[in-house]
């Protein structure tokens, strides 16, 4: 099972980007889907999830500027993120929480995509 990230990169301070993520390999089903982010320093918060139902949330921080949506049928997730500010520079994450086949029984182990880079400037 392996999530692929694209998107991110530079921008100026109010602009847009938006992230996607998708889920590839043999696995049963997926219950949430997830953004997280981290900068040097800190750990690594959780930005916006989706559960399998459509349910979301959302960190404080970026309520109202940011969206997460999912499409079941693709297993992607996305992340549009506007009115961006120097704050939401980190590198981010995606992660889903996949019920899979490993090692002669079925689990629900927690995924993480390669981190992307997002750099919001003044």
């Known amino acids: 099972v392996q999530l692929q990230a694209s998107g991110g990169g530079s921008v100026q301070a109010g602009g847009s980007l938006r992230l996607s993520c998708q889920a590839s390999g043999r696995f049963v089903n997926i219950n949430d889907m997830g953004w997280y982010r981290q900068v040097p320093g800190k750990e690594r918060e959780l930005v916006a999830s989706?559960?399998?139902?459509?349910?979301?949330n959302y960190a404080l921080s970026v309520k109202g500027r940011f969206t997460i949506s999912r499409d079941n049928a693709q297993n992607t997730v996305d992340l549009q993120m506007n009115k961006l500010n120097n704050d939401d520079t980190a590198v981010y994450y995606c992660s889903a929480s996949i019920f899979h086949f490993a090692y002669s029984d079925y689990k629900r182990s927690r995924f993480w995509g390669q981190g992307t880079q997002v750099t919001v400037s003044s």
């Open positions: 989706v559960s399998s139902g459509g349910t979301t």
